[in-house]
């Protein structure tokens, strides 16, 4: 057989022909092709101990593939077994399962032989006269077939006495829920033949001897009320639709407002192309080109990742792309499955190493050179597109004012003085706290063309009915929720009175300064920083950069001091650490309850209606936590969209986080005690339950397999696809429809609250957080078995092609016209990517130290115990900490400014 070495070192030699002609290329790539077919064939050929030829004549059994795949094991008959293990590159794996007909357990024995003697791993069924398989008791995976009633005799398992029809084997006493099972004894052919005595956490035994699930009616409850409110919404929606049109021309002026709210380029009254290239063109502040770019780097990143994987299971064994997934329904082939996934994960080990290493120093050394390219495009944008932070200046810890005051004018004279520039103008953050509403509702009946029309009452209200009045409480709720006012704007001031209300206001301490051009900027804050600020009343004002648009300002927030702040964001934390905790405790336990009835070996696994239940509660706990994190960034009340974001960001990924954690280490902790309580073996031979470390127990196939179909459901289809194919419905389709019914049925609905009805919605920067917490995802794979690395790379992949075209059209067609010009969330962003970086050392470490283990021995690397997760976490933070100091020493002095523009 060819070796990797000699492989790569020829296609090494083939490309780097760069003189050759094109011709000589396209000969050279076919030998290649031929080159990689020839090896594959040669890998797949029997290899024998003796290191001669293997002669295979007509009469060599056709063992199948596990059987066939198992290295020699302990035991006296397992030398019957000895054959040479295959080593199927990609394209002979295909061939081979091209060629397969029938599988393994399909097909039952007629060698009677079979019946007093023990064999290792049989791969067919047992004979018609003795139609059980019983595993020896002393010969790890050797089965001997067996009548009925000797099923736990003749040398077999004791407690395996339960003979099954549906598997034709004698089995463990396995009763749903079970953690203390006791079986009949052998022989025994009462139709009651096992028995639970005691039942896991969260079940209790009955009379029968079964386990029942406690708290099964509180899903029949949740279940019902959602039904129940879904029933309601359809009927409320139904009933809209159904009415008739009236309002054309309320609908008309919506769509306009609507039309009028999205982006568009200068001078025109179309919005941009669907095709335009958001990377490169500054539609809406460098913040959104940053952010496209994110995505496209973590696509570009996938996929590189993903290619390097393939290449290895392409030319080295296509064992890579099923190892950990492979199914057993019988304990004689789960035994096979188990020592072959063993002998072969560890055969195949570097691949996983190598793999590693490569994908953390492309990940991190890429993270640094995209890091310096968007510090410069930020630098670049602020300079040649100036917006309006290009011209203006922040002077904070301002005295305090009144409405009464010229405060405006005295800033700007105090700033000339300690500048000499005078000031374009000067912007207060006036504080209105606890007059919010009644300045909202003076601005909206303002701009409100229709106001006459919206003091109507409603025409025949008094004849509504039960079911007629509850679906104008829902409507009017609706249209509440719309800041669509149907009677009026609330309480109306007079002008005296609004007069009076704002002189009564006080001043934040925080002010912007806006000059003439750039260069006066610059010149200003230079001179106000050796003057030691600007002084007002006698008290020095500092004056700072500004980076945000005043568009993204709450200018409601500016009165929160820092100190109230924190206060808010502590509550925050602890309503979001109760809200995973509730969800946990309220749902995810009861379900992990039951998914540990499963033992996920010899083929008992959840089903289809399991993993369903599955995929809801993981995307319920996702779409409670968003809005758990997005009320508690909001409660916080930060002075700028970048800085809610931010911090929303932060939230929902800790969030994330904390609760995959407790969601998978609780269904491990289930899934292992399930295991060991029908006696699951690992791949030496001893039960699951006799591992004494939780390094074996981690690398054994039965916690690998558990926990990597887990993870794997977690992330496709629950959170790499569902939340994103629902957004555009939630978000798009479904407000705009029901805003067509409910302005077309009234005829009050016109001018503003027509507009706010078909209002788009506005545009976040959540998006980081979704990404990272979908690349911490995948990067947790290699912990596990190397089967779901390319298939959770390959729906990453899938999944954020498909949200980088959602978040294209839903930027340039969807939202209110935006601009992101300040680099904290980006920044971020690129903070967190420490995240999955310092997980992949982690992983490193965790695999190197594997490959350095004993092949036939769990848990016995250079580290372990101990020494082995202490490793783990020290390269983990080591990281952590080296990443932030290379952004913050290395990365951001690219962000300073190259030069100015004078743009007036």
């Not at 060698?111 to 059980?132: G, H, Q």
């Not at 917490?773 to 990067?779: D, G, H, K, R, S």
């Not at 420490?834 to 982690?842: E, R, V, W, Y």
């Amino acid at each position: 057989p060819i070796s990797p070495i000699t492989l790569s070192n020829l296609i090494a030699d083939c490309f780097t022909a760069r003189d050759t002609s094109f011709a000589t290329m396209i000969g050279q790539s076919v030998q290649l092709c031929l080159l990689a077919i020839a090896c594959d064939l040669s890998l797949s050929l029997p290899t024998c101990s003796t290191g001669e030829d293997c002669a295979v004549s007509a009469e060599q059994p056709k063992w199948s593939l596990v059987q066939s795949s198992t290295k020699t094991h302990p035991g006296p008959r397992a030398s019957e077994l000895e054959v040479g293990h295959q080593k199927p590159g990609l394209v002979g794996h295909i061939l081979g399962d091209s060629l397969a007909t029938k599988q393994p357990e399909e097909v039952q024995s007629t060698d009677t032989s079979l019946c007093s003697k023990d064999v290792f791993a049989r791969p067919e069924l047992c004979p018609a006269v003795c139609p059980y398989a019983a595993e020896m008791q002393n010969e790890f995976c050797h089965f001997r077939c067996v009548q009925r009633q000797d099923c736990g005799l003749l040398g077999t398992v004791q407690n395996a006495t339960i003979p099954d029809d549906e598997i034709k084997v004698c089995r463990h006493c396995k009763v749903e829920a079970c953690a203390k099972c006791v079986a009949a004894k052998p022989g025994d052919n009462s139709t009651k033949l096992e028995r639970c005595v005691t039942c896991m956490p969260g079940y209790t035994l009955n009379e029968e001897g079964e386990c029942d699930m406690k708290g099964i009616s509180v899903f029949i409850l949740i279940g019902v009320v959602g039904a129940v409110a879904t029933v309601g919404v359809i009927w409320w929606y139904v009933t809209i639709v159904l009415k008739p049109c009236v309002n054309d021309d309320g609908i008309k002026e919506g769509l306009q407002g609507r039309h009028r709210m999205k982006l568009f380029p200068g001078g025109s009254d179309e919005p941009y192309p669907l095709t335009t290239n958001l990377m490169a063109t500054n539609i809406a502040g460098p913040g959104t080109m940053a952010m496209f770019r994110y995505e496209a780097a973590v696509i570009l990143w996938a996929v590189v990742l993903l290619l390097v994987w393939l290449g290895f299971a392409f030319f080295v064994s296509s064992d890579l792309l099923i190892l950990g997934t492979r199914n057993a329904s019988s304990p004689q082939l789960l035994c096979a499955v188990v020592a072959w996934g063993h002998a072969r994960q560890m055969e195949l080990i570097w691949t996983k190493v190598s793999w590693l290493s490569f994908a953390y120093v492309f990940s991190f050394a890429g993270a640094i050179v995209y890091g310096i390219q968007q510090s410069k495009m930020f630098a670049r944008c602020n300079n040649e597109d100036a917006t309006m932070p290009s011209f203006a200046l922040k002077l904070t810890n301002l005295p305090i004012f009144n409405g009464s005051e010229a405060v405006e004018e005295r800033l700007k004279a105090a700033v000339k003085v300690a500048t000499g520039f005078e000031p374009l103008g000067v912007s207060v953050a006036w504080n209105y706290e606890g007059a919010e509403e009644e300045v909202k509702h003076a601005i909206e009946a303002e701009l409100d063309e229709d106001e006459e029309l919206a003091e109507q009452t409603h025409e025949g209200e008094e004849n509504l009915g039960a079911l007629g009045g509850l679906e104008k409480t829902i409507t009017d709720k609706v249209l509440h929720a719309w800041h669509v006012h149907l009677d009026g704007h609330g309480h109306h001031s007079s002008p005296e009175q609004l007069k009076k209300m704002l002189e009564g206001l006080e001043t934040t301490p925080t002010a912007f300064v806006v000059f003439r051009d750039q260069a006066s900027r610059e010149q200003a804050l230079k001179a106000a920083i050796a003057n030691g600020g600007v002084k007002v009343n006698g008290e020095a004002c500092p004056m700072e950069t500004c980076y945000y648009a005043p568009e993204g300002l709450f200018w409601q927030n500016f009165h929160v001091s820092a100190q109230a702040r924190g206060w808010k964001i502590a509550l925050s934390t602890l309503a979001l650490l109760a809200s995973c905790c509730a969800w946990t405790f309220l749902l995810y336990i009861p379900y992990a309850l039951y998914m540990s009835s499963f033992s996920f070996a010899n083929g008992d696994e959840p089903g289809e209606f399991s993993e369903s239940i599955f995929i809801v509660l993981v995307v319920g706990s996702q779409i409670g936590l968003f809005v758990v994190s997005s009320m508690g960034a909001k409660f916080a009340q930060f002075q700028s969209e970048d800085e809610t974001q931010r911090t929303y960001t932060i939230f929902y990924n800790a969030a994330l986080i904390l609760n995959l954690v407790m969601d998978i280490t609780l269904q491990t902790f289930l899934s292992y005690q399930q295991m060991v309580g029908v006696g699951a073996h690992v791949s030496d031979g001893r039960l699951l339950g006799s591992l004494s470390s939780f390094q074996e127990i981690f690398e054994s196939y039965p916690i690998q397999k558990s926990v990597g179909k887990l993870l794997y459901v977690y992330c496709w289809p629950c959170t790499f696809l569902v939340p994103f194919m629902a957004e555009p419905f939630v978000a798009w389709l479904l407000p705009y429809f029901t805003a067509q019914m409910l302005v077309g049925a009234n005829k009050k609905i016109r001018g503003e609250n027509a507009v706010k009805a078909f209002e788009l919605g506005e545009m976040e920067q959540g998006r980081y957080a979704d990404i990272i917490f979908n690349v911490i995802l995948v990067v947790c794979i290699p912990f596990i078995s190397p089967a779901y690395l390319a298939w959770t790379f390959g729906a990453l992949i899938v999944s954020h092609i498909y949200i980088y075209l959602f978040d294209q059209v839903k930027t340039l067609r969807y939202v209110v016209k935006f601009n992101f010009s300040g680099p904290d969330v980006h920044w971020l962003g690129m903070q967190l990517w420490a995240i999955p970086c310092s997980i992949l050392a982690g992983a490193l470490v965790f695999k190197a130290n594997q490959m350095s283990a004993d092949p036939h021995k769990l848990g016995s690397g250079f580290l372990q115990g101990e020494q082995l997760w202490y490793s783990i976490a020290a390269a983990f933070a080591l990281h952590f900490v080296v990443h932030q100091c290379v952004l913050e020493f290395v990365v951001k002095p690219f962000s300073s400014d190259p030069g100015l523009v004078d743009d007036k």
